[in-house]
């Protein structure tokens, strides 16, 4: 049981815009910075989003990230074949003695 | 370019004690916080905890007791060791650099894992 909810699967079709959420509580995406990764298959993860909304250098402008409250989306927009992947997201939570924590992750299909 | 690579044993019997190394090219491991990472088969991901190359660490709750990380500067490496293993510990065991020097900073490269199995 993950720390941070998010769907199990999303899927559309190429140049359809996809959105995943992430749900937490106050002591981590509430009043932290969220983050997120994508995961392709047989490969380590790779940071997509970082600090809620910031793309690192080489993440096309198609991904982008929002927060609101104690709740995370991702969206990718003009959906790409290369896009078909494994999206989770991620937070430091303050709780015990601060610890980071995990979504369940989100498999994107591309139809 | 940063490169982490993940060594270690790729089997372990139940109970025995885990040993990992991180090796870091590319950087050096006094300038940023690092990360252990694991992901069991099919399932997510999982943090095991941080160090900094002054010996610093935090553990995940849930592996506190199990888990000790250190860190030489001398060979720009870190390691973990995780004891009393159980089949439960199988995973793809990931070291990772925060994208800065704090422990709040995102996990920006990844090595690219090592499969360890727990079994008899």
């Known amino acids: 049981q993950s720390v941070l909810t998010q769907p199990p699967s999303a899927s559309g079709t190429p140049g359809q815009r996809v959105t995943i959420s992430c749900s937490g509580s106050?002591?981590?995406?509430?009043?932290?910075?969220v983050n997120w990764f994508q995961q392709l298959p047989g490969t380590a993860p790779k940071l997509l989003i970082y600090?809620?909304?910031q793309r690192p250098s080489g993440v096309p402008d198609r991904f982008s990230g929002s927060k609101s409250g104690t709740s995370a989306s991702l969206a990718i927009s003009g959906l790409r074949s290369e896009d078909e992947a494994g999206y989770y997201c991620a937070a430091w939570d303050d709780s015990v003695s601060g610890h980071w924590v995990f979504g369940g992750g989100t498999k994107v299909t591309v139809l | 370019q940063v490169q982490l690579q993940e060594s270690g044993p790729g089997l372990v019997k139940p109970s025995e004690t885990l040993s990992l190394t991180c090796t870091v090219s590319?950087?050096?491991?006094?300038?940023?916080?690092w990360s252990w990472i694991r992901q069991s088969p099919g399932k997510g991901l999982e943090w095991i905890g941080y160090i900094y190359s002054t010996g610093s660490t935090n553990e995940h709750p849930s592996l506190k007791n199990r888990a000790t990380m250190s860190a030489d500067t001398s060979k720009n490496h870190f390691s973990l060791r995780l004891r009393s293993l159980t089949a439960a510990d199988t995973a793809v065991y990931y070291c990772s650099r925060h994208l800065g020097s704090s422990i709040y900073d995102p996990f920006d490269i990844w090595g690219r894992g090592t499969m360890v199995t727990v079994s008899s």
């Open positions: 590319g950087d050096s491991i006094r300038s940023h916080c």
């Open positions: 106050s002591s981590n995406i509430g009043n932290n910075y």
């Open positions: 600090r809620n909304d």
